[in-house]
C-alpha cells in the first residue's frame, strides 16, 4: 500500500495540500489605524475593551444543521459518487472500504480508486463538480424586501447579554454595565406588543452566560461573575412560575461554554477556567435526575466555541485558546459517545460569526491576529462546509463579503445568509449590511443599520435578525430588527 501510495504521489497531476488558502493581496491597512484624532481615540478606548472582551465574554450559537458520517457507502456493493466527491476535496477521509463496485478484485486498490478521482471520473461517468450553494427552487427575497424596524429598546444599557427564544418571546440574559460590572437583569420582549417587561432578577449577576431552553425552563450555565471571575452556577428560570431555581453546579467553574440540548439532556462543551486554561471538558445534565455526568473529552480544549446539533451529533467549531482562535472541527456522537474529528475551517480568525443553512455551513468574516511577523487584519473571507458532502468548498474571492468586518450581527432569513455592524477597517463601527445571494454567488448591499453597532447580542426570529444592545459611541441600548417586507 506505501508503494502504491508514492508511486501515485509521483505521477498524480499535482494538487494544493489540504487546507493550504492560494495567495492573496495584502492589505495595507492596520488593526490599529484611525482617520482622526477623536476617531482614533475611540478606537484606542474599544479596541482595549475588546482585548478585555476577548477574555471574560466569548460568546457561542446553537443551531441545527447535518453532517454526514466519514464511513462508506456501498449499497450493492457500489462506492457511491457523493463518497468519490468527499474523498476529491478530503483525501484524508479515505477509508478503505472491503467491496466497491463488485468487489476488491475490480480494480478495488486505493491507487486505481484515486486514479479515477484525479481524473474526475467514476463509474465511467464524469465526476459532477459539487453544487455551489442552493440549488431548491424556493423564491429568494431580492434587496428591496429587506427593511430595517426599530423597535422598544432595552431598559437599560449593557453589552455581552445572551438571547433566547421560548415561546415566541425574547429572553435578554444578565451581560454587563457601562463599567463592565455583571448585572442580574432578566426580561422578555414581545414582538406583538413591541414591548420589553422585566423579570424576576437571576439571584446571581453574570454576563457572557451559555442559555438553552427546556420547554418551559430556561437554563442558565456557568459565565463571569462578580470580580470577573468564571462561575459554576447553574439556575433554572420556570416561565409558567415566574421564579429562579439553583441547580447542581458544573464540574469547575468555566466562562465561555458552549451548550446544545437534546432529549431533556443540556451539553456544556469547553470553557475556560479561572487560571485562563481553556478546558476539553464535555459533560451532560440530566435534568429529571439534577446531576452532572462527564464525557469523553473533545479532543481540542477551547472556549467560544459554535455548537451545532442535528440528530444524535454535536458539531463543535472553532472557539479560542488564551486569547488566540482556533480552527479545529470536531464532532461528538451523542449514542456512541464518541468524538471525530474533521476538516478543519480553512481560515483561523477570531471574532467570526459561523450560520448554518439547509444544506451549508458559512463561516464569515472575523479578525486575522497578528503574530510575531505579521499584522492584525480584518477579513472579508468567507468559508463555506458542504453538510451533504462532508467537506469544505472552495471559494472563489467572488463570495467574499464586500465590506472587511469583525464582531457583527449575522444570521439566515429565506434563503439568504445576512451581515450587519460590526467593526472594520473604518474608525468608527460599520453601519452597513449585505446579503449573499446563493444563485449569484455574491454579496449584494442592504439598507445600513439605523444604529451602527458592533458587539450586538442578535437573534433569528420570524424573518427576522435582532441586534440588541451592543457598543455603538459608548454601550446602547437599540433594539433594531431586519426585516423581510412581509414578516
Not at 210 to 219: H, Q, S
Not at 379 to 397: A, I, P, S
Not at 454 to 472: M, T
Request: with cysteine.
Amino acid at each position: 500500500m506505501d508503494r502504491e501510495r508514492r508511486e501515485f504521489a509521483r505521477t498524480a497531476p499535482r494538487r494544493s495540500p489540504a487546507g493550504e488558502n492560494p495567495p492573496r493581496p495584502r492589505c495595507p491597512t492596520s488593526f490599529s489605524r484611525g482617520g482622526n484624532s477623536s476617531a482614533a481615540g475611540f478606537t484606542r478606548i474599544f479596541l482595549g475593551f475588546w482585548v478585555w472582551v476577548v477574555f471574560f465574554f466569548p460568546s457561542s450559537l446553537s443551531s441545527h444543521a447535518a453532517i454526514p458520517g466519514s464511513g462508506c457507502s456501498q449499497p450493492g456493493g457500489e462506492w457511491e459518487e457523493r463518497d468519490a466527491r468527499r474523498v476529491w476535496e478530503n483525501p484524508e477521509l479515505f477509508q478503505p472500504c472491503s467491496t466497491w463496485r463488485g468487489g476488491s478484485g475490480a480494480a478495488g486498490s486505493l491507487r486505481e480508486l484515486l486514479r479515477r478521482l484525479w481524473s474526475r471520473r467514476i463509474d465511467g461517468e464524469a465526476l459532477k463538480a459539487p453544487t455551489p450553494f442552493l440549488t431548491s427552487t424556493m423564491d429568494l427575497p431580492s434587496t428591496k424586501d429587506f427593511q430595517w424596524k426599530s423597535l422598544a429598546p432595552l431598559p437599560s444599557r449593557r453589552v455581552y447579554s445572551t438571547l433566547v427564544e421560548a415561546g415566541g418571546q425574547v429572553f435578554a440574559v444578565g451581560g454587563c454595565d457601562d463599567n463592565g460590572v455583571p448585572v442580574d437583569s432578566f426580561e422578555v420582549y414581545s414582538p406583538e406588543a413591541d414591548r420589553w417587561v422585566e423579570l424576576p432578577a437571576m439571584p446571581t449577576a453574570r454576563a457572557g452566560v451559555a442559555v438553552t431552553v427546556l420547554g418551559k425552563r430556561i437554563m442558565v450555565v456557568g459565565g463571569v461573575g462578580a470580580g470577573q471571575l468564571p462561575l459554576k452556577v447553574v439556575e433554572m428560570y420556570h416561565t409558567d412560575e415566574g421564579r429562579w431555581r439553583k441547580r447542581s453546579s458544573l464540574r469547575e467553574a468555566a466562562m465561555g461554554i458552549s451548550v446544545t440540548a437534546k432529549d431533556y439532556r443540556v451539553y456544556a462543551a469547553g470553557g475556560m477556567g479561572s487560571d485562563l486554561r481553556p478546558h476539553n471538558f464535555l459533560q451532560h445534565y440530566d435534568v429529571l435526575k439534577d446531576i452532572w455526568v462527564s464525557l469523553a473529552a473533545m479532543p481540542t480544549p477551547r472556549y467560544a466555541a459554535t455548537s451545532v446539533l442535528r440528530g444524535t451529533k454535536i458539531y463543535v467549531l472553532g472557539g479560542r485558546q488564551s486569547k488566540y482562535a482556533v480552527n479545529a472541527f470536531e464532532v461528538f456522537d451523542t449514542e456512541s459517545r464518541s468524538w471525530t474529528k474533521f476538516p478543519s475551517i480553512p481560515n483561523k480568525r477570531a471574532f467570526s460569526s459561523f450560520v448554518p443553512t439547509e444544506e451549508k455551513l458559512f463561516s464569515l468574516g472575523g479578525l486575522r491576529q497578528g503574530r510575531l511577523y505579521r499584522q492584525p487584519k480584518f477579513m472579508r473571507t468567507v468559508d463555506v462546509f458542504d453538510l451533504e458532502q462532508g467537506g469544505w468548498m472552495k471559494m472563489e474571492r467572488s463570495c467574499y463579503l464586500k465590506k472587511r468586518r469583525a464582531d457583527f450581527v449575522a444570521g439566515y432569513l429565506r434563503g439568504r445568509v445576512v451581515v450587519a455592524g460590526g467593526l472594520g477597517n473604518q474608525p468608527t463601527v460599520l453601519e452597513s449590511a449585505e446579503a449573499f445571494h446563493p444563485e449569484k454567488n455574491k454579496w449584494e448591499s442592504l439598507p445600513p443599520m439605523p444604529t451602527p453597532r458592533c458587539a450586538c447580542s442578535s437573534i433569528a426570529l420570524r424573518d427576522c435578525l435582532l441586534a440588541v444592545g451592543g457598543v455603538s459611541q459608548g454601550l446602547s441600548t437599540a433594539v433594531e430588527a431586519l426585516c423581510l417586507s412581509d414578516s
